[in-house]
């Protein structure tokens, strides 16, 4: 059990790790559990205080180990159990937690479950998932996989007729939460996970375990005939029963954080999602993280976003979520292209000064900050020439799709470019030598791309004018300055200025944040007060830089 304080996880700092392309330490080209063991005490000196791992169970990795095959093994290429319980160990030593993803809507079809269900009408597991007949030689409704392209059902092997549902891709058949029997095998297995003893979990894609019942098809809204799944698969009706039963049985007992990823919830809901007696924690909410695509499972549609739509967009995410509960706050992690390429818009500003302004932006809104590997030193996306160098599944997906709405060749590699899910699971660059230090060996899993030499944690950590001594600095800021109480317990005030492109917020009574968005410098009054974080190493009162970032203590301010 952990703390008895229910809200004890509010000043954690949360930093997500991606097991494959973090620390290779036994130099097969793939990162592994040692690997992280050894690099924990430089984790450390962030200052971070919680390590949400991505999944390292047994999987085939068709989607990177959000396809699990057994919950409770860990996948030989990340190691052992013994190796990950002195993970957790060895972190607790060092007073981080560990938290775990948890994949809950759909095991990987070389779960034995699936298997079983598969193999024998009769068997325990075939209610464990969801078998429908086809109709007249078709699926038995049109309904498009998340993944971007096709049907979300798959005929059974070996059969003619009937068919299993997937959101994703088809090697990750949907569990049956309709069934008690699967529910209260998935708590079983989630607290014997939380008597490991680690703090909580990431809760992957929770708001799709819900399916209309009647499994209708739906207005087309593509060329292929179908429509989005999730028109009929997320945060549906219902759901309510499943998230309140799974956190009675689990979370709430162990006192465990949670972090949803809760796509589809509108603000109206968070009450019931985040607040009092809330199923989660905290979830994500992607509606500014997806404002350069119309929607985050089609990249093909593109935004002409403005600055101001972002303001606007952060603006009424924190006040719903201030309203009910406490926000989840992300710029990337592994489905999201890296930020500095999504958000800065000027090349030119690609770079220190640029990643600095991004992290200011979002470092000290309410609610716990989350930092993705990489992130911290300022990894930019990674350009590829043919859609045969990606390895994220979805990324063919998207971009046949986008061939098929009418996009050319040329078009739809640069959609997959911009949003590929590889650009954030490259090799972590560690030092400028052989693999950038992930490993000492001849081969990676994945390619490395080509990026600027300086970016790496070895040059970086020896530069106190870094992206990474900058994040040092805003969470030393958060955890312990003079603005502590502010920047953890005040409230989220947005403050109005005459400019479109400036970003301006107060935490609390005293803490100020003003980031300029553009490449031009903007005329704008600032308050008189402390400077505690600037990414210029100059500031003038009437005038912001090109992307510059402030951080304001003021006196007294009501
Ligand atoms: C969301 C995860 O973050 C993503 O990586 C994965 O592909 C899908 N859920 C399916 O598990």
């Not at 390590?51 to 989607?63: A, E, G, H, N, R």
């Not at 005939?225 to 997320?234: D, F, T, W």
């Amino acid at each position: 059990m952990l703390s008895t304080n229910n809200n004890w996880w509010k000043k954690e700092i949360f930093y997500q790790i991606y097991p494959a392309s973090f620390k290779d330490s036994n130099n097969d080209g793939i990162g592994d559990i040692r690997g992280i063991i050894q690099e924990l005490p430089k984790i450390h000196t962030l200052g971070i205080t919680t390590i949400w791992l991505s999944p390292v169970y047994q999987s085939p990795m068709v989607d990177n180990g959000y396809d699990i095959s057994d919950y409770k093994a860990i996948n030989p290429m990340f190691g052992t159990m013994k190796d990950l319980d002195e993970l957790i160990q060895k972190a607790k030593d060092l007073n981080i937690k560990i938290i775990m993803d948890l994949v809950l809507n759909h095991t990987s079809n070389q779960h034995y479950w699936f298997q079983d269900a598969i193999k024998n009408p009769n068997s325990p597991y075939r209610n464990f998932y969801i078998f429908k007949e086809g109709k007249n030689n078709l699926p038995p409704n049109n309904w498009r996989s998340n993944f971007g392209k096709g049907s979300s059902w798959t005929l059974v092997p070996g059969e003619n007729n009937l068919y299993y549902h997937h959101v994703f891709s088809k090697q990750q058949p949907d569990l049956n939460w309709e069934n008690k029997e699967l529910r209260f095998a998935l708590y079983d297995m989630i607290n014997w996970w939380l008597k490991k003893g680690i703090a909580g979990f990431r809760i992957d894609a929770i708001t799709f375990i819900k399916k209309d019942q009647d499994f209708a098809s739906i207005t087309p809204d593509g060329n292929d005939g179908l429509g989005k799944v999730k028109r009929k698969a997320e945060n549906r009706p219902g759901i309510n029963v499943f998230l309140n039963e799974l956190n009675e049985h689990t979370f709430k007992p162990a006192n465990a954080v949670t972090i949803g990823e809760a796509s589809g919830v509108q603000y109206d809901q968070l009450d019931k999602f985040i607040g009092k007696k809330g199923y989660f924690s905290m979830i994500f909410d992607f509606h500014y993280a997806d404002i350069d695509v119309r929607s985050g499972s089609e990249w093909y549609h593109q935004t002409n976003w403005t600055v101001q739509e972002l303001n606007e967009a952060i603006i009424k995410s924190q006040l719903a979520i201030q309203k009910y509960g406490w926000g989840a706050n992300f710029l990337e992690n592994h489905d999201q292209p890296r930020s500095i390429n999504k958000y800065i818009k000027d090349p030119a500003y690609r770079n220190k000064v640029g990643a600095k302004a991004l992290a200011t932006l979002f470092f000290f809104l309410r609610g716990c900050p989350f930092i993705y590997q990489g992130q911290e030193l300022g990894v930019q996306n990674a350009q590829r020439t043919s859609i045969k160098q990606f390895n994220d599944i979805s990324s063919p997906d998207n971009y046949y799709r986008a061939i098929e709405e009418g996009f050319s060749a040329k078009e739809a590699l640069k959609f997959v470019n911009d949003r590929s899910r590889d650009n954030a699971r490259l090799p972590y660059p560690w030092s400028n030598e052989i693999n950038d230090g992930f490993n000492t060996g001849h081969k990676t899993w994945i390619g490395l791309g080509k990026h600027n030499p300086q970016i790496n944690w070895h040059t970086e950590d020896k530069d106190e004018t870094s992206i990474l001594n900058f994040y040092r600095a805003m969470i030393q800021i958060r955890q312990t300055s003079s603005l502590n109480d502010d920047l953890l317990n005040g409230d989220f005030i947005p403050i109005k200025n005459s400019t479109s492109s400036v970003i301006t917020y107060q935490r609390g009574q005293h803490a100020q944040v003003f980031v300029n968005l553009s490449s031009q410098a903007k005329q704008i009054q600032l308050p008189l007060g402390k400077v505690l974080l600037n990414n210029y190493s100059d500031l003038k009162s009437e005038e912001l830089l090109p992307y510059q970032a402030v951080l304001i203590e003021v006196k007294n301010h009501g």
